[in-house]
């Protein structure tokens, strides 16, 4: 767990900065400056983007995480395996383009009257989804290469800060929505070239093919997994993503706008697991090619256990300052109070219990993956036509919470059934009584004025969680990094370590 630990901590570090960033962007500054349907044609570029260039990879990404192990030989530049790797992004996004030409006709059409902005804007999801498309394979790639720091630094943190420098130009008058907007598209697609000369600093990018390696047996093996990679890999963007779609399509940008602000404080809860999921993923392929299930049954539990701890620590906070948000944002996002809380409970669980996904993927069951994200896709679609006409963008909420929990408790139950692998233990049930303990302890602070008030209701929460889950030694991992930063800071301060 060492590497993992440790670059997950690199990882989570810039992400959370970056999250503390895209907050102040999107949740403090845009809301005051741009009106909802320029912000719900960022968000819905940023959904469609993902959806579009996640299809361009052919589900090679899954051939990356699963059979890279294969390949893997510095002497021989890994056998080409990054040149097969551009060569199916090229074919996957000549793909992606002709179906971008053949559905253009239909959304100009939905969108003309209810959202007329995203149509003058569409033609340049064209190149946004060829950067992120190559972004994609080139930073999977380079995090089973055990990097899983550089990507995360350039689309998560300088994106963001990029946006927050656009942003101000924008409020002061100095820029017009189209030049902020084009800006914002090319910071996107920036964290590409810092991946390349990382990988090249490396000496690890390698445009040599070696087609030879390529036994009929192997050809074989990566169509497969491709086949379903593909499947799977379009479903987990398509549900991560499509509620955005959605509700453009039965409500108007200015819908999206409002979900996009206030789904992002759930956002906050999943960004230890996506630092951990980007290391682990490598790890627990090379222990399904050692068949050490007790490696894996490691990881999992660790992870499960410091994904509550971390998760239940924000969710609580983002529920003791729901007014002091609300009080930030604009009037007309007061309709979006349920959109956080729904979506910040559903992605608290989703987060415990998501390493079974990545686990699923790169054994031999990656097939039920296909299985699961077809019945999850299915669910998604009912209830967001049940649901999103009727109850707007509370139900959207409702309607992509249900299904991402239901496709991570498939995921569970299949490992734990098959290789008895379980990642939840009685142990949580300890870390939500400290998060209960910690929300009472707060909600008993007196209400004050803003600041103040987020300052000391907030620190009341951490103080009372990390008093409780250091003293009750709920996590070896995290009070042993509690340890050594103590050791760390008494170093600095010159005080000798007994």
Not at 62 to 81: K, L, T
Not at 309 to 321: E, R
Not at 346 to 370: K, P, Q, Y
Request: glycine share 8%.
């Amino acid at each position: 767990m060492g590497i993992i630990i440790k670059q997950s901590v690199r990882g989570a570090f810039w992400s959370y900065l970056g999250i503390a960033i895209g907050y102040i962007n999107v949740g403090i500054i845009m809301p005051q400056f741009f009106d909802t349907a320029q912000i719900g044609l960022v968000q819905i570029f940023i959904a469609l983007s993902l959806i579009f260039s996640q299809f361009a990879t052919l589900g090679f990404t899954s051939v990356i995480n699963r059979m890279f192990p294969i390949f893997r030989d510095p002497v021989s530049q890994h056998n080409g395996f990054l040149v097969l790797a551009l060569i199916t992004g090229l074919a996957g996004l000549a793909v992606s383009t002709l179906g971008f030409f053949l559905l253009k006709p239909w959304i100009v059409e939905s969108n003309i009257e209810k959202s007329a902005l995203f149509v003058d804007y569409l033609f340049w999801l064209l190149p946004l989804i060829g950067m992120r498309l190559l972004f994609t394979l080139l930073d999977n790639y380079n995090k089973v290469l055990y990097d899983a720091v550089t990507g995360t630094f350039w689309l998560d943190f300088m994106h963001k800060l990029i946006n927050l420098f656009l942003i101000i130009l924008f409020a002061l008058g100095w820029i017009n929505f189209r030049f902020f907007f084009l800006g914002y598209l090319l910071s996107m697609s920036i964290p590409v070239f810092p991946v390349i000369h990382a990988l090249m600093r490396r000496n690890e990018f390698h445009l040599r093919p070696d087609f030879a390696f390529l036994k009929p047996a192997l050809k074989k093996e990566i169509k497969v997994v491709m086949l379903f990679g593909m499947i799977n890999g379009f479903s987990g963007i398509l549900l991560m993503n499509v509620d955005k779609v959605l509700v453009n399509q039965f409500l108007s940008l200015d819908e999206v706008g409002i979900f996009g602000v206030c789904a992002l404080f759930a956002s906050l809860i999943r960004v230890p697991f996506n630092s951990i999921s980007k290391i682990a993923v490598g790890i627990i392929a090379e222990s399904w090619k050692r068949n050490d299930i007790a490696h894996i049954r490691e990881i999992y539990q660790k992870s499960a256990l410091n994904q509550a701890i971390a998760g239940t620590l924000i969710f609580v906070g983002i529920l003791v300052n729901l007014d002091n948000i609300f009080e930030i944002l604009p009037p007309v996002y007061s309709q979006g109070r349920n959109v956080v809380i729904v979506y910040s409970a559903g992605m608290l669980v989703v987060t415990i219990i998501g390493l079974a996904g990545n686990i699923t993927e790169t054994s031999s069951l990656f097939r039920f993956t296909t299985l699961f994200m077809g019945v999850s896709i299915v669910i998604q679609f009912v209830l967001s036509f049940l649901l999103i006409p009727r109850f707007g963008i509370t139900g959207a909420a409702w309607a992509t919470v249900i299904t991402l929990v239901t496709n991570s408790m498939f995921q569970a139950g299949l490992q734990k059934i098959v290789y008895g692998i379980a990642g939840v233990n009685l142990r949580l049930l300890l870390v939500a009584g400290i998060g209960f303990v910690s929300f009472v302890a707060a909600y008993m602070v007196p209400r004050l004025s803003l600041i103040p008030d987020i300052l000391i209701r907030s620190s009341v929460v951490v103080l009372v969680y990390f008093s409780l889950t250091y003293f009750l030694k709920v996590s070896i991992d995290l009070n042993q990094l509690i340890r050594d930063i103590i050791r760390q800071l008494m170093g600095i301060a010159g005080i000798k370590h007994k």
